[in-house]
Nanobody, 124 residues
Framework: QVQLVESGGGSVQAGGSLRLSCVAS????????MGWFRQAPGKEREFVAT????????YYADSVKGRFTVSRDNAKNTVYLQMNSLKPEDTAVYSC?????????????????WGQGTQVTVSS
């Protein structure tokens, strides 16, 4: 079992930055790849980024490539999402998730454990 808790959401103006954190419980964090997803009101959950167990392989949605960076610190059981050059269309609830699929996991069904999410609001 892995429990995930996100933090770092908030309200920013377009062009601003936020860093989301996701802390995992349990001693097996380093054996999971981690992903970030987002869901805007009235829309389906959308893949954002994923990082493999070692942090050496990352994969991004085209919509965030070049603006967002996913990273992890296995010693702290934490995965991060650095979001720069934010746009109003990035407004959503952002959730982290854990998967046994080592890399390139972009589908929600591939993830077994989910956090509750943190709200990100970008105003124009």
């Amino acid at each position: 079992q892995v429990q995930l808790v996100e933090s770092g959401g908030g309200s920013v103006q377009a062009g601003g930055s936020l860093r989301l954190s996701c802390v995992a419980s349990g001693r097996t964090f380093s054996s999971y790849a981690m992903g970030w997803f987002r869901q805007a009101p009235g829309k389906e959950r959308e893949f954002v980024a994923t990082i493999n167990w070692s942090g050496g392989i990352t994969y991004y949605a085209d919509s965030v490539k070049g603006r967002f960076t996913v990273s992890r610190d296995n010693a702290k059981n934490t995965v991060y999402l650095q979001m720069n050059s934010l746009k109003p269309e990035d407004t959503a609830v952002y959730s982290c998730a854990a998967t046994a699929v080592d890399y390139y996991a972009a589908e929600p069904d591939q993830y077994a454990y989910w956090g509750q999410g943190t709200q990100v609001t970008v105003s124009s």
